[in-house]
């Protein structure tokens, strides 16, 4: 099982190169009883043939994987990998990189902290902010709001088991909200004018509580998933400078958009963030998974996550030049995640990156025009970034399932209605720089 075998090698170099080189198809989902038959007895005592087995792959389970990197895929958030990025994604899988301390991988480390700076220096983080690279925006938030809480004990001597709240609107992404069960803290949730939470309005909702000592934190959303919505960043770091709470900006979604100069003003108090979180496996074109993690004083999330064990001395030195990613968040064995992303700006460079962020942002702009003067389509909202929101008059939930069905089915293209304020609408999520206003005029022709 460990000896070179050139034939297999090929065989999974031919497939990978098959990937790469044509545009994804965005496929159908899968039926469950043709799945579980098509694998039936495939694993037992004895192997198989790899050609049979690939071949398994290739014609029963890889034509069930939605493309999300398709320029047809415009539900969620899409995934848009540069070649570069795929490709030393496959290199870093073979080199068994782990990415859990310096000991063990300071070349790797330094590479993706190079890119964290780059991030950092984006949004205007000081010198010493830094951090790593987690799985997703969802484990990011987690482990900010856990360097919160920790932070927020530490410093206003709460004790285990006392009341801490996180201010949050409703728009924050439902992994806010995970966490906050998770980590045994409540929501203080702040209402929004238009979706967007503003300073002046977590100021109000602060003083109108009777006890907010309490509120240890607040989350902003620098990107709402839904519909691209930056929130009052300037104004909510005021207030929380004023109330001393730790400031999060979830710009896992939007935080892309600091690359892109038409947008890069909307972000302005992003500089004051005590935790930032912007994942590159959705706008900056890097695999799944990878989501960046930025603290302001990355030494508040080495108290709260660095674990301690005797097998684990030798990790740890009083050397802070010596980076331990595993020491800034929930994990310890990690893949050097960031490295794709790394290679692919080390080649193609940042302002390549700009450009294709622009791509989509301009294309959001002028689908809202395109919707605009169509006579029996409403747009919901102007655009803030790359997401679209908008309305079919008459009709119902049913009839945009039924019209998503239909553009799935005919591999037009893959567009999930969603909810806005109690109604069901459609949504295009940009994001791939391929995907172009003719394939939007053919979607939106596909409208009766
Ligand atoms: C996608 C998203 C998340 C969750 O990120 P994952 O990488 O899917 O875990 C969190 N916040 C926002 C605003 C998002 O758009």
């Not at 009777?210 to 240890?216: N, R, Y």
């Not at 496996?281 to 799944?288: D, G, I, R, T």
């Given at each position: 099982m460990h000896t070179h075998d050139p034939a297999l090698t090929d065989l999974v170099v031919a497939a990978l190169r098959d990937r790469l080189l044509h545009a994804p198809t965005l496929n159908h989902p899968g039926v469950p009883d043709k799945l579980d038959k098509a694998l039936a007895g495939v694993i037992g005592p004895e192997g198989n043939d790899p050609a049979e087995v690939l071949r398994l792959w290739a014609e029963q389970l890889a034509p069930t994987a939605i493309a999300v990197d398709s320029p047809r895929f415009l539900s969620f958030v899409p995934a848009a990998p540069t070649q570069a990025a795929a490709l030393f994604d496959m290199l870093v899988s073979c080199s068994s990189i782990q990415g859990v301390s310096w000991l063990l991988a300071s070349g790797p480390i330094t590479a993706e902290n190079q890119v964290l700076r780059l991030l950092a220096d984006l949004a205007g983080l000081p010198g010493e902010a830094g951090g790593c690279f987690v799985s997703g925006g969802s484990a990011g938030n987690l482990s900010a709001l856990v360097t919160a809480r920790d932070t927020a004990r530490h410093r206003r001597g709460i004790g285990p088991y006392d009341r801490v709240r996180f201010a949050v609107s409703?728009?924050?992404?439902?992994s806010i909200g995970n966490t906050l069960r998770i980590i045994g803290a409540e929501p203080f949730v702040v209402p929004t004018a238009d979706h967007r939470l503003t300073g002046p309005a977590l100021r109000a909702a602060l003083l109108a509580d009777?006890?907010?000592?309490?509120?240890?934190g607040v989350t902003a959303t620098a990107g709402t998933t839904n519909a691209g919505i930056i929130d009052d960043l300037a104004g909510m770091a005021a207030v929380a400078r004023d109330f001393d709470l730790w400031f999060h900006v979830d710009g896992a979604y939007g935080g892309a958009g600091l690359l892109a100069p038409s947008v890069r003003d909307r972000y302005r108090g992003i500089e004051h963030a005590d935790s930032l979180v912007i994942d590159p496996?959705?706008?900056?074109?890097?695999?799944?998974d990878c989501a960046a993690l930025l603290y302001r004083d990355p030494r508040l999330a080495r108290a709260a996550h660095t674990q301690d064990a005797s097998y684990l001395d030798?990790?740890?030195?009083?050397?802070?030049?010596?980076?331990?990613?595993?020491?800034?968040?929930?994990?310890?064995?990690?893949?050097?995640?960031?490295l794709p992303l790394w290679f692919s700006l080390a080649v193609h460079g940042t302002r390549a990156y700009g450009e294709a962020i622009e791509k989509a942002l301009t294309l959001a702009r002028e689908t809202a025009a395109l919707i605009r003067n169509t006579p029996h389509l409403e747009l919901i909202r102007e655009p803030e970034l790359s997401a679209v929101l908008f309305r079919r008059t008459g009709w119902t939930a049913g009839d945009y399932a039924d019209w998503s069905a239909r553009l799935l089915a005919g591999q037009t293209a893959f567009v999930a209605p969603t909810g806005w304020e109690g109604e069901t609408v459609a949504r295009f999520a940009f994001l791939h720089p391929q995907t172009t206003l003719e394939m939007v005029e053919e979607i939106i022709g596909t409208i009766a």
């Open positions: 409703d728009q924050a992404h439902s009777p006890d907010p000592s309490d509120v240890i496996h959705k706008w900056l074109f890097a695999p799944l030798a990790l740890h030195t009083e050397d802070a030049t010596q980076w331990n990613p595993s020491d800034y968040a929930h994990h310890l064995s990690r893949r050097a995640r960031g």
